[in-house]
């Protein structure tokens, strides 16, 4: 039986947009490619808020994550982190011999506006990496006010990790004066895992050109510079096959209508919080919630494994904490095409199964 995923990625696929995945191949040197790949660029500027690049990579969000630090570091990187995502950016300077420092945020509390200007008023560092969305905790960053410090600094390169936001949330690259922003297909977006999708500026591309050792595969000038050379096509192979089916759900992203989207991620947020509050805790600061996922705080000392084995029973799947905290809490994934309806559906099924 298909358990129905609850779960920060990946998440459920419409058939109609797994369909797409199948679509005959073309050569990826040919117009139709270069049309593809432009029309999903176009799309993904509406969907980021940007006039600026986008490149597109077939790896998951990790790679573009890894390309952009290492690719546009020329002096040393501040790395803010607020769980296990933002720590893996360290890992991804410092296993790239990029010099980073990492700052680090107590469990369950953002990135404030005030470490970012603490860090950076030491003219230390050239690049700064934030995560809109950490999925292990549950928790978005106050990126608005996070913007208004970085406004101060205009040399340091802004890389935002919107890997499990993007398509649920707003996100105005723009506005906010971002670089970089990152994201993966299989989270709001609503694909397969498989590819991701940066932002990426002038400021940017101008700073990895200073940068000597960017690597090959996912070094981001060299992607940056072939599609402007090649008309939207790319150094190496693609997956094809997730642009054909990206192409489409960006349509019917756009469909929907953008705020419709957010505003509905926002209201399957409110219910699944308010069912938390009733019958458990929420783990994070209560000002800074993901409006994609929510991660309760396993008060009552429930054996998650045992739920998520009797929910599967059912045809649900949900996921246990991320890390150390994997019994400490659970967590439910509202995001991408699920509806307030499933969302109503999962509920009365774990109440029945936890005897609320
Ligand atoms: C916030 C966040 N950043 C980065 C990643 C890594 O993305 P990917 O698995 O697409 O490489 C994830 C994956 O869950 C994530 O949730």
Request: charged share 30%; glycine share 6%; aromatic share 8%.
């Amino acid at each position: 039986m298909h358990k129905k995923l609850f779960i920060p990625g990946p998440v459920e696929v419409r058939p109609d947009v797994l369909e797409k995945m199948a679509t005959p191949m073309i050569g990826h040197r040919g117009k139709p490619a270069s049309k593809l790949q432009r029309d999903i660029s176009d799309k993904m500027r509406k969907l980021f808020y940007t006039e600026e690049e986008i490149l597109l990579s077939t790896t998951s969000g990790s790679g573009l994550m890894e390309g952009a630090i290492r690719s546009c570091t020329a002096k040393r990187a501040a790395v803010f982190s607020v769980g296990a995502f933002g720590d893996r950016w360290y890992e991804m300077a410092t296993t790239n011999n990029v010099p980073a420092d990492i700052f680090k945020s107590e469990d369950g509390k953002p990135t404030t506006p005030e470490m970012v200007d603490e860090a950076l008023k030491t003219g230390k560092y050239d690049l700064v990496t934030v995560t809109h969305n950490e999925t292990s905790a549950g928790l978005m960053n106050p990126v608005e006010e996070i913007a208004e410090v970085m406004k101060k600094y205009p040399d340091v390169v802004w890389c935002l990790d919107t890997v499990s936001s993007a398509a649920g949330s707003k996100i105005e690259v723009d506005k906010l004066g971002v670089d970089i922003c990152i994201t993966s297909t299989q989270k709001a977006i609503g694909l397969p895992p498989g590819m991701a999708i940066c932002t990426m500026s002038k400021k940017a591309v101008e700073r990895a050109k200073q940068v000597p050792h960017r690597g090959l595969y996912l070094d981001l000038l060299s992607l940056y510079d072939y599609i402007q050379k090649k008309d939207y096509q790319y150094p190496s192979t693609p997956s094809l096959s997730h642009m054909y089916a990206l192409d489409y759900q960006l349509d019917r992203i756009m469909e929907e209508g953008l705020d419709n989207r957010f505003n509905r991620h926002i209201e399957m947020a409110e219910v699944v919080r308010a069912w938390a509050r009733e019958h458990f805790e929420i783990f994070p600061d209560e000002r800074y919630l993901s409006n994609t996922l929510t991660n309760v705080k396993n008060t009552r000392n429930i054996d998650v494994a045992d739920l998520n084995k009797k929910l599967g029973e059912r045809g649900f799947q949900i996921a246990n904490g991320y890390g150390k905290l994997k019994d400490k809490t659970f967590r439910i994934a509202h995001m991408a095409d699920c509806q307030m309806e499933d969302i109503k559906e999962l509920l009365a099924v774990m109440d029945e199964i936890l005897g609320f």
